[in-house]
């Protein structure tokens, strides 16, 4: 049973900056691919980055492009966003999802994803 479960959000100013984790399990290493889609109030689900299976290709957002990074830890079954240069738009409830077939780019619609955790960007 695929099971994902992220923390590390909460409150930060803008301009600050939050590392998101999400601790994968039920599935072999490198067989899925690992990303971040995001939920503000009131808008669709939003792709946000995801990372392949064997690391080689990563997937960003234009509206997070030299902002936010991706890395994944096989080792640890782990994947970090690394979110810097915050911004209010950023606000949102952060999810973390897998999925075995989809490519990277269609993170919004992996088959698998963690409960959330919430990132407020707010002075």
């Known amino acids: 049973q695929v099971q994902l479960v992220e923390s590390g959000g909460g409150l930060v100013q803008p301009g600050g900056s939050l590392r998101l984790s999400c601790a994968y399990s039920?599935?072999?290493?490198?067989?899925?691919?690992i990303g971040w889609f995001r939920r503000a109030p009131g808008k669709q689900r939003e792709g946000v980055s995801s990372?392949?299976?064997?690391?080689?290709?990563?997937y960003y957002a234009d509206s997070v492009k030299g902002r936010f990074f991706i890395s994944r830890d096989n080792a640890k079954n782990t994947v970090y966003l690394q979110m810097n240069s915050l911004k209010p738009e950023d606000t949102a409830v952060y999810y973390c999802?897998?999925?075995?077939?989809?490519?990277?780019?269609?993170?919004?619609?992996?088959?698998?994803w963690g409960q959330g955790t919430q990132v407020t960007v707010s002075s």
């Open positions: 039920g599935f072999a290493l490198d067989s899925h691919a």
């Open positions: 999802a897998a999925d075995p077939y989809l490519p990277i780019e269609s993170v919004t619609s992996f088959g698998a």
């Open positions: 990372i392949s299976r064997t690391t080689d290709s990563t």
